[in-house]
T-cell receptor, first 110, second 110 residues
Framework: AQSVTQLGSHVSVSEGALVLLRCNYSSSVPPYLFWYVQYPNQGLQLLLKYTTGATLVKGINGFEAEFKKSETSFHLTKPSAHMSDAAEYFCAVNLNDMRFGAGTRLTVKP | NAGVTQTPKFQVLKTGQSMTLQCAQDMNHNSMYWYRQDPGMGLRLIYYSASEGTTDKGEVPNGYNVSRLNKREFSLRLESAAPSQTSVYFC?????????FGSGTRLTVV
């Protein structure tokens, strides 16, 4: 079975501060891992993905994530938060179909 | 380039009524999916279709039926709506490397 756990349903940072959203996965084989972002009243948009190869993955809007097999983690980071980053973020794992974490709502304070 | 189109965007049903949610994609994907999104639970897979003519149950299929009408279209039917089916429904299409989502249908069952 595959699943993802997102640590923290709400994260609040100040504008310009580091963003760190945590995701751990459970999978019996190396999975494909994803981060999606959802802005209010919209569908999900792919932020970045890890399939094979380099473990540090860069995505859109300055976000990146690192696949750490030893820690079964795929945490999302951004060095400097912007007000426009406020949204809900979902980690997902895909072996046969996409399974999502519960989501982390990011608030950015001015 | 429309991507994934869902209709309707909003719907209010009375308990026991039926309705069909429509989804169409123009990306020539074989696989299509229906998810529901509830607060604090992320997205849960209802049904998916790996190819035209095939459908399979996901995590939460009870109370739903689906039809893969052709390669482009994948509909979700609620035969007898219940308040527990109040949710936001998302259709998606794609491959293991990432999905494209529609903008969602907000359904309220009273």
């Amino acid at each position: 079975a595959q699943s993802v756990t997102q640590l923290g349903s709400h994260v609040s940072v100040s504008e310009g501060a580091l963003v760190l959203l945590r995701c751990n996965y459970s999978s019996s084989v190396p999975p494909y891992l994803f981060w999606y972002v959802q802005y209010p009243n919209q569908g999900l948009q792919l932020l970045l993905k890890y399939t094979t190869g380099a473990t540090l993955v860069k995505g859109i809007n300055g976000f990146e994530a690192e696949f750490k097999k030893s820690e079964t983690s795929f945490h999302l980071t951004k060095p400097s938060a912007h007000m426009s980053d406020a949204a809900e973020y979902f980690c997902a794992v895909n072996l046969n179909d996409m399974r999502f974490g519960a989501g982390t709502r990011l608030t950015v304070k001015p | 380039n429309a991507g994934v189109t869902q209709t309707p965007k909003f719907q209010v049903l009375k308990t026991g009524q039926s309705m069909t949610l429509q989804c169409a994609q123009d990306m020539n994907h074989n696989s299509m999916y229906w998810y529901r999104q509830d607060p604090g639970m992320g997205l849960r897979l209802i049904y998916y279709s790996a190819s035209e003519g095939t459908t399979d149950k996901g995590e939460v299929p009870n109370g739903y039926n689906v039809s893969r009408l052709n390669k482009r279209e994948f509909s979700l039917r609620l035969e007898s709506a219940a308040p527990s089916q109040t949710s936001v429904y998302f259709c998606a299409s794609g491959v293991s490397g990432g999905y494209t989502f529609g903008s969602g249908t907000r359904l309220t069952v009273v």
